[in-house]
């Protein structure tokens, strides 16, 4: 069965950091490039991270550039992503989701071509 767990999720307060990790199981994660996404209470869904199959191509959304890291251990089926400096606006569920090799037109496709989405982790930065 192929499936994408998240977790690392949590409380933090506001300049604090957290370490998601996305874990897979089911397939082999060599072959897919995997992307973050979030979603905030009443606002649509959008893309954070991507990094390729091969880790030659990382993406960052601009408001995240400089705060987040995205990587992966294939070894482990997990791809991370280390968020410091946290802001308020930081706040939403984040899900991962895989895509065939490389990561697209993230911001364009907003996920559309992504698939085995997880179930979320919520991310709260609140003092």
């Known amino acids: 069965q192929v499936q994408l767990v998240e977790s690392g999720g949590g409380l933090v307060q506001p300049g604090g950091s957290l370490r998601l990790s996305c874990t897979a199981s089911?397939?082999?994660?060599?072959?897919?490039?995997i992307a973050w996404f979030r979603q905030a209470p009443g606002k649509e869904r959008e893309g954070v991270s991507c990094?390729?199959?091969?880790?030659?191509?990382?993406y960052h959304r601009n408001s995240v550039k400089g705060r987040f890291t995205i990587s992966r251990d294939n070894a482990k089926s997990t791809v991370y992503l280390q968020m410091n400096s946290l802001k308020p606006e930081d706040t939403a569920v984040y899900y991962c989701?895989?895509?065939?090799?490389?990561?697209?037109?993230?911001?364009?496709?907003?996920?559309?071509?992504?698939?085995?989405w997880g179930q979320g982790t919520q991310v709260t930065v609140s003092s």
């Open positions: 990094i390729s199959h091969n880790e030659r191509r990382v």
């Open positions: 989701a895989r895509r065939s090799l490389e990561c697209g037109n993230i911001w364009s496709t907003n996920g559309t071509d992504f698939g085995s």
């Open positions: 089911g397939f082999i994660l060599d072959y897919y490039a």
